[in-house]
């Protein structure tokens, strides 16, 4: 009897668990893009408009301390608070994630609507004090904190919840990927990567897509200062809404 129940209970969970495992690799093939255009905007708009802070490549704020403090300069605080803030907020979001119990596509979309919330609210603090008239002022580095704090919650997004996709914040790693399979596809001899590592294209369409943002992003801080933060929330919404 015991055996019977085990495998009725088995057999009932296993339309959802297919059901789950679908939407996982639909999210896997449609969120990346998306999410590298929402980190290269983010990355460009703080660097442009809070003091030339990166958001998302954050170990870069390391170099430019390092160059400040070698060469002389204005030295802005955040650069070196933003890599313990980023910590700091990939571990909170690990615990939101380990106290809603979800996982898989479910997790997903939770920490998809945290990233929103913090783009909401970066929006509307940059917004309501105007953070980039002052490039390294307090309200400026407050702003880049919590551009960093949803830049981590995207990296955990796809760490606990996506773990089939790659960085969609750091492209170094897409553009070793893309040359080195570039060439894998241009040699007549045996491909050297995994037949399991990233293909070409996805490579490519997270580069192309955090290069957009940026671009995109540089001209929108140009031209709206603060509200260009309107961008990257407007895409974290559409995110949520990726089926």
Known sequence: ?????????????????????????????????????????????GFFTLGHVFTAHVTGNIVLAAGVAVEG?????AQLLAIPVFMLALGSVWLVAQASRRRGPSLARLLLLVQFLLLVALLIFCVITKASADPVGLLAGTAAMIAVSAMACQYALLRLAVPGAISTAVMTGNLANAVLSAMD??????????????PL?????????????CVV???????????????????????IAVR
């Open 201 to 213: 294209n996805r490579s490519l369409g997270r580069l192309f897509g955090f290069l957009l943002g």
């Open 73 to 77: 300069g204005s030295f802005h605080w």
């Open 185 to 198: 596809l241009l040699t007549d001899r045996h491909p050297l990567l995994p037949h399991d590592s990233t």
């Open 1 to 45: 009897m015991s055996m019977l129940a085990s495998d009725s209970r088995t057999f009932a969970r296993t339309p959802d668990s297919a059901d789950d495992a679908a939407e996982l690799s639909r999210l896997e093939a449609r969120l990346p893009l998306l999410l590298s255009m929402i980190a290269g905007m983010v990355d460009a708009t």
């Open 217 to 239: 992003a540089a001209a929108a801080a140009s031209l709206a200062a603060d509200w260009a933060w309107s961008l990257p929330a407007a895409l974290a919404a559409v995110a």
